[in-house]
C-alpha cells in the first residue's frame, strides 16, 4: 500500500553524455494543465485499488472472527479468498511501485526501476527507433506507400492552398531580406560573385551552349530575322545607294550613266537579298551555319578565340553601366520581394501561386514525373537514415541521458499510472478467486 504521495528521491545516478562526458541531469519540462488532470486520475484511481485492499483487509478479519468465534459454516471459505486477495493486491502493489520508487522508502534491491535503469531504457529506445523505424527498407516503403509527390501535387494545385505557400514563401524572404545588411549582401556580390565569374572561362561554355543552339536550328530563328531586317533595310534605302554611287563615281561620267549604274548595283543588291531571304538552302544561310560552328569549336579549343572570349568578358564586366547594375541589383531584389510580401495582388506573388497550381497539376497528370520526385525523395531519405541513423538514435538516448531520473519517473507514472492501477486492483480480485479455489479444492482433496 503506497504511504506518502512524496517519494523518497532515489540515490543519484550519474547521467552519461556520450560526446562530452559526465553532465548534470535537466529538468524533463514543467506539468502543464492536462497533466494536473491525469495526476487527479492517478490519484484516485490508486485510491480505489487500495480501497479493494483495504475492502479485503476488512472481510479477511471479519471472516475470520465468524470462523474463530462463531463458527460460522463458509466463513472459512470467504477468510481464504479475502486472503489471497490480499496477497494478490500487496504483491501487485509492490510490483507496480517498484517501477518508480523503493516501496516504504526502503532500498530494496530491484526496485526504483525506471530511476535506475532511465538511460539503459534511453539506449534500448534508442536502438530501437533505429532499426525497427530508421531502416532504409521502412522508409523506402513508408514513402512509397504514401505517394509523396501525388499528395503534394494535390494539395498545391488548389488556389487556396496555393495562396498559403505562396504567403508563407512570401513571409519568409521578407524575414530574409530584413535580416541581411545592404552592404554586406552586395559585397557577395560585388566581391565573391563577380570575382567566380572572372575566374570561370567563358569561351567553352558558350560554344558548348552554341553547338547545342545549332544541333537544334534554334539559330534559324534569328537568321530569318536578320534576313528579314537587313532586306527591308535595303528596300527602305534605295536613294542612299543612289548617292553613294554618285559620290563614288568619277567626276568625267555622265549623270545618266550613273544612274542607270546605281539602278541596277540596287537591283542586284535587292533581289541578292530577296533570295537570302526567302530560300532557306541559300548559300549565305549554309555559310552563317559553317561559321557558327567553326566558331563554336574555336571557343572551345582555339587558345586565341578563347583569349579573345575572355578580353570580350572583362570589358563587359568592368564597363562602368555594368558595375553600376551590380551594385544595384540587391536593391532592386529586395524591393521585388517586399513588394511581393506585402501586396497578395503583386505580379510577382501572383506568378508564383500560378506556377505552383500549374506545377501541382502537372504532379497529377504526369506519372513519370511522380515517379521521379518520389524516386528522389526517397534517395534523399535513405541517403539520411544510412548516414545518420546513429547520430538520429543518440539524440534520444542523450536526451534521455540528460533527464532528471526522479523527475522522469513521475513524469512516467503520471502517463501510465492510472493504467498500472487496474493491476493492483485484478490483482486483488484475481488472488481472491485464486484463494478461494485453491482452499476449496484442498477441502475437496482432504476434507
Known sequence: ??????????????????????????????????????????????????????????????????????????ADYVRAAAEAGMVGALADWFAVTALFRHPLRIPIPHTAIIPRKKDMIG??????????????????????????????????????????????????????????????????????????????????????????????????????LVCDRAY????????????????RAPSWTPRFVDDLVADKLFAEV??????????????????????????????????????????????VVEHPEVQHFIGRAWTVVKAMVLDAADDPSNELRLRVRDGLMAFGRRLGRDAELRAKLDGWLADAASYVVRHYRRQITTLITDTVARWDAEETSRKIELQVGRDLQWIRINGTVVGALAGLVIHAVGELVIG
Open 1 to 74: 500500500m503506497q504511504t506518502s504521495r512524496a517519494p523518497e528521491r532515489p540515490t543519484p545516478v550519474p547521467q552519461r553524455d556520450r560526446t562530452i562526458g559526465t553532465v548534470p541531469a535537466v529538468p524533463l519540462g514543467g506539468f502543464g494543465p492536462g497533466d494536473e488532470q491525469k495526476r487527479r486520475d492517478l490519484r484516485r484511481m490508486k485510491a480505489v485499488a487500495t480501497g479493494f485492499l483495504l475492502g479485503a483487509t476488512v472481510v479477511f478479519f471479519v471472516a475470520k472472527y465468524f470462523e474463530v468465534v462463531r463458527g460460522v459454516p463458509g
Open 232 to 247: 527591308d533595310w535595303v528596300a527602305d534605302n534605295q536613294e542612299m545607294v543612289l548617292r553613294v554611287v554618285h559620290d
Open 123 to 224: 539506449d534500448s529506445l534508442g536502438d530501437f527507433v533505429g532499426e525497427n523505424f530508421l531502416s532504409e527498407s521502412v522508409v523506402r516503403d513508408k514513402l512509397d506507400r504514401i505517394g509523396v509527390s501525388e499528395s503534394v501535387g494535390r494539395w498545391i494545385a488548389e488556389q487556396g492552398n496555393a495562396d498559403r505557400v505562396t504567403t508563407e514563401l512570401a513571409t519568409a524572404a521578407r524575414a530574409v531580406v530584413t535580416v541581411l545588411r545592404d552592404e554586406d549582401v552586395q559585397n557577395v556580390i560585388e566581391t565573391v560573385a563577380v570575382r567566380k565569374l572572372m575566374e570561370i572561362p567563358v569561351g567553352p561554355p558558350m560554344g558548348k551552349a552554341l553547338e547545342g543552339v545549332l544541333v537544334d536550328g534554334a539559330h534559324r530563328r534569328l537568321v530569318d
Open 270 to 315: 535587292r533581289g541578292y537579298a530577296w533570295a537570302v531571304k526567302t530560300d532557306p538552302e541559300h548559300p549565305l544561310r549554309h555559310a552563317v551555319d559553317r561559321y557558327l560552328a567553326e566558331f563554336a569549336r574555336d571557343l572551345q579549343h582555339d587558345e586565341t578565340t578563347m583569349e579573345r572570349a575572355e578580353q570580350v568578358k572583362r570589358q
